[in-house]
């Protein structure tokens, strides 16, 4: 779960600012709320804002440490997409920190990065501000020369085995730019079990989608899977696709190339066997994902098709002949099903892009009535209709408002203190949060001078 995320000098964001996911002091849907130890965190938040307001950068700063934690090196990002509005930016210190809960663990883990150098790095066990928090382990440098410095828990330092690996990372692995973090994901010490949960949440835990989001891999959940195959079709059918069924249509890969890419399948072929590991290679296109599997020492297509209500399932389509809303509502069966029944958090950006806004509230409905969700959902959107009392507290509205120097400021409704039964979307739409376009008089546009000049 999140708690909260601190970001500074990157992108849209210029001095600290926070977002978080805590609760204000609203008693409303205590089902909202997760528990977790002395702390409680909301499941479901919508961020608002005008074009060009900073709403997207809150999920692309978090992509961004997520990649650079995973993957183990610096996307180009933290040295090109710093606050540039502010002549200086570039030698200033960006900042990254993320605080949430892993297996019922505080942690918060936080980056400083100076012209593609990580100047500092931690992780905590974090006290919540309650308690002393704990450091597991500190990281500093200097961005002219290199001047590093590793300092580990006691724990790994008192501990024969574990105590010659910071010595041994410090020394001979760990390059400037990349993180402390990565390098603890895959040992074994059981004094290192702290830093792998921290790792496994960003790893596994937290899931990003952004507007170019394909589907991972569907047609293996959907065959292997019958509780969330039953729950794919039941969304499917309850939004009114007209779809009734989806079926996982497999064909020898040769079958699927045809004599024309004889040397194309024959290269997927020898790429999957000459892996022992590789069972399945997806091959992905902007409307549909071709599957390749390897079964019994063969290899096969799978590909998802959709039997519709109108004809009673006599003809199949395949995903790029549906409508790209169907297909987005494919895209987010997933997220939503792992919100639902797994501790993940789930952040979704401009969430209404090719969907209708009641589908969209309807989503938001269903996962907020859930008494017995798990996860966290967390989207962006311009969509009026969500502002709606009856599916988000006023603490899980969030604007992003562009500042007069260009910087982004993050704000909840919850600031305002309205109370539950007043219209927020007229409000929203009046102005009274701020965070809406600024449209001027459209005269002043005269456009009509163009026309004329024609």
């Known amino acids: 779960m999140i708690i909260r995320v601190i970001i500074k000098n990157l992108f849209s964001f210029k001095d600290y600012t926070e977002f978080n996911m805590l609760p204000g002091r609203s008693t409303r849907m205590p089902h909202h709320l997760y528990e977790a130890g002395s702390i409680s965190v909301l499941k479901l938040n919508a961020l608002y804002g ?3 307001a900073g709403k997207s950068n809150l999920i692309k700063s978090l992509d961004l440490l997520r990649s650079f934690v ?4 610096l996307p180009i990002e933290f040295i090109t997409e710093v606050f540039k509005f502010d002549a200086e930016s570039r030698k200033k210190d960006v900042y990254l920190g993320v605080e949430f809960i892993k297996d019922g663990t505080p942690f918060y883990y936080g980056i400083t990065i100076n012209q593609g150098i990580v100047v500092e790095e931690e992780l905590q066990i974090s006290g919540l501000g309650k308690k002393d928090d704990i450091t597991l382990f500190q990281r500093t440098n200097s961005v002219h020369e290199k001047q590093l410095s590793l300092s580990f828990h006691e724990d790994v330092m008192k501990d024969k085995e574990a105590a010659l690996y910071p010595s041994f990372l410090q020394n001979e692995v760990l390059e400037r730019n990349e993180p402390v973090l990565y390098y603890l994901r895959n040992r074994k010490n059981k004094v290192f079990d702290h830093y792998k949960r921290a ?8 899931v990003i989608i952004l507007p170019t989001y394909s589907p991972g891999l569907l047609a293996l ?4 899977d019958d509780h969330f195959n039953a729950f794919t079709k039941d969304i499917m059918r309850s939004f009114k696709t007209g779809i009734r069924e989806i079926a ?11 004599e024309d890419d004889k040397e194309e399948a024959e290269r997927i072929i020898s790429e999957l066997r000459a892996n022992p590991l590789a069972t399945a290679k997806a091959n992905r296109t ?4 071709i599957l390749f599997v390897l079964e019994d020492g063969k290899v096969y297509v799978k590909r998802l098709c959709f039997l519709h209500e109108e004809d009673n399932g006599a003809n199949r389509f395949s995903a790029a002949e549906e409508s790209d809303g169907t297909r987005r509502l494919l895209e987010y069966i997933p997220a939503l099903y792992g919100a639902i029944y797994s501790p ?8 209404e892009r090719s969907l209708h806004p009641l589908l969209i509230k309807e989503l938001a409905r269903k996962f907020s009535q859930d008494t017995k969700t798990k996860g966290q959902l967390i989207f962006t959107t311009h969509e009026s209709n969500l502002l709606d009392q009856d599916i988000f507290r006023s603490d899980e509205i969030w604007f992003a408002e562009k500042k007069a120097d260009g910087a982004t400021e993050l704000y909840a409704l919850s600031e305002f203190k309205e109370h539950h039964t007043l219209d927020i979307r007229k409000g929203y739409l009046n102005g009274r949060y701020g965070a809406i376009p600024f449209m001027g008089n459209l005269r002043d546009l005269k456009w009509d001078t163009y026309a004329e000049a024609r």
């Open 221 to 224: 959940p959907l065959e292997g």
């Open 199 to 206: 790792f496994d949440w960003f790893d596994r835990n937290l």
């Open 50 to 52: 005008a074009n060009g």
């Open 248 to 258: 996982i249509v497999k064909m020898p890969i040769e079958e699927y190339f045809g």
């Open 70 to 73: 995973t993957e183990g090196h």
């Open 286 to 289: 902007p409307v549909e994902e």
């Open 344 to 351: 993940k958090v789930y952040l979704i950006d401009e969430i």
